[in-house]
């Protein structure tokens, strides 16, 4: 009988992944069925690390992108605000559109909403698509019968998530260009020129300065050994990776990052902005605090920070409010916890939430502006330095042998 591996919600919207002998997918959906399990992917285990890579990039299975979700979200709200019921405003997007992978995830949600499911329930099937933030919010929208205002306040959280993302990442897109360059100007330097103004050294026998030994020794075993050296990258790579999906490595990494000049302040910024952002819009959409935490640190992407909100939840339990519980733990910036603490006394919390997400959002624009204005030519100057090492290695010989001969 064959394995099958699959991919499964319970009703409480939390994901179960394993394996069970059955005759067919069909026979498997219904012994998950009657598990109270929520069926997502069923596959054959012998093609089941081949199908999630080629659903996750090429298939029509793909899941929709941050870009797709927040244009979708926003064509969505739109629609429910004119009246329109939320299932054949998904059919007209399904419709409308001309990408394959968004028509099928778009038309799988349908499905199930005219099966009787409410959108929380059946957008969770597509949990690739629609992460567990997307679903509180819809099922938080769903219980105070606000759908409209709340997907118009999740499709402008989206955009605001994905410009701050684009905009970190547009910081970083010139630098890394510039590294880009350098490693390939060098690299040709190095395996293409050297080794042929190499063999004019060896036909004149000439007693070479340090410098110029070292350069055609290292161009040397480039030429001969780069692979090994590559193989060593790209072990180092993985090692690495697998490093840091230990806990305790990530946490040190993280927590060193965060004590960089420069740097730390930058993405501690960033990391503010996102998750006030996510706070201002849970609290607005009148998720539960303990809830939207526990959402927002999904959204962070330094352990530090959600060992902070872990701890923040655990003494909110305990009865403390969120700014006390918050700044408690000394990462977030004073200002933000000093709003919380506003918002928490004046009734206003989500507004200050949005205040902070701005102000944060501000200061890390400003930071981005001094890290590139700083780094940009500081690279220029290194590659420069670097090429010109290179250049005065080779000529140093030629010049002098040029002083021998006159």
Do not use: C
């Amino acid at each position: 009988m064959p394995r099958y591996r699959f991919e499964a919600l319970t009703y409480a919207g939390k994901s179960e992944r394993g394996s069970i002998e059955g005759d067919s997918e069909r026979a498997i959906r219904q012994v998950l069925m009657a598990k109270q399990l929520v069926p997502v992917t069923i596959e054959l285990e012998a093609d089941w690390g081949k199908q999630r890579f080629w659903n996750r990039w090429f298939s029509e299975n793909k899941p929709l992108s941050r870009a797709d979700l927040a244009l979708l979200t926003k064509q969505l709200a739109i629609l429910v605000r004119s009246g329109v019921q939320i299932d054949e405003a998904l059919s007209v997007l399904a419709d409308e559109t001309n990408q394959v992978h968004i028509k099928t995830v778009l038309q799988a949600v349908v499905s199930e909403l005219r099966a009787g499911l409410p959108l929380s329930r059946a957008i969770a099937i597509q949990p690739a698509s629609f992460d567990s933030l997307y679903q509180g919010v819809v099922g938080a929208a769903e219980q105070s019968g606000k759908m409209g205002q709340v997907l118009t306040q999740l499709a402008e959280f989206l955009e605001k998530r994905q410009a701050l993302r684009q905009k970190a990442m547009g910081a970083l897109a010139y630098p890394a260009m510039l590294t880009g360059v350098a490693f390939m100007i060098v690299l040709f330097l190095m395996t293409y020129v050297v080794p042929q103004i190499a063999r004019v050294f060896q036909s004149t026998r000439q007693v070479l300065p340090f410098s110029t030994r070292f350069i055609l020794a290292l161009s040397d075993f480039l030429v001969n050994w780069g692979w090994l050296l590559a193989l060593l990258i790209v072990a180092a790579i993985v090692y690495g990776r697998r490093a840091l999906a230990r806990h305790e490595t990530r946490l040190k990494v993280d927590g060193v990052l965060l004590n960089l000049p420069l740097v730390g302040p930058l993405l501690l910024g960033f990391e503010t902005a996102r998750f006030a952002n996510t706070m201002a819009m849970l609290v607005s959409a009148n998720v539960p605090i303990l809830t939207a935490l526990h959402s927002a640190r999904s959204t962070l992407s330094n352990s530090v920070l959600q060992v902070a909100i872990d701890s923040t939840e655990v003494r909110l339990r305990e009865g403390t409010n969120l700014a006390r519980a918050l700044g408690s733990q000394g990462v977030f910036s004073p200002i933000l916890i000093h709003l919380i603490r506003s918002g928490e006394a004046s009734g206003k919390l989500a507004e200050m939430l949005k205040y902070g997400a701005e102000n944060a959002e501000l200061e890390s624009e400003q930071k981005t502006k001094i890290f590139t204005s700083l780094l940009e030519p500081l690279l220029i100057l290194v590659m420069g330095l670097m090429v010109l090492g290179i250049v005065m290695a080779v000529m140093q010989p030629i010049l002098e042998m040029n002083s021998g001969v006159r």
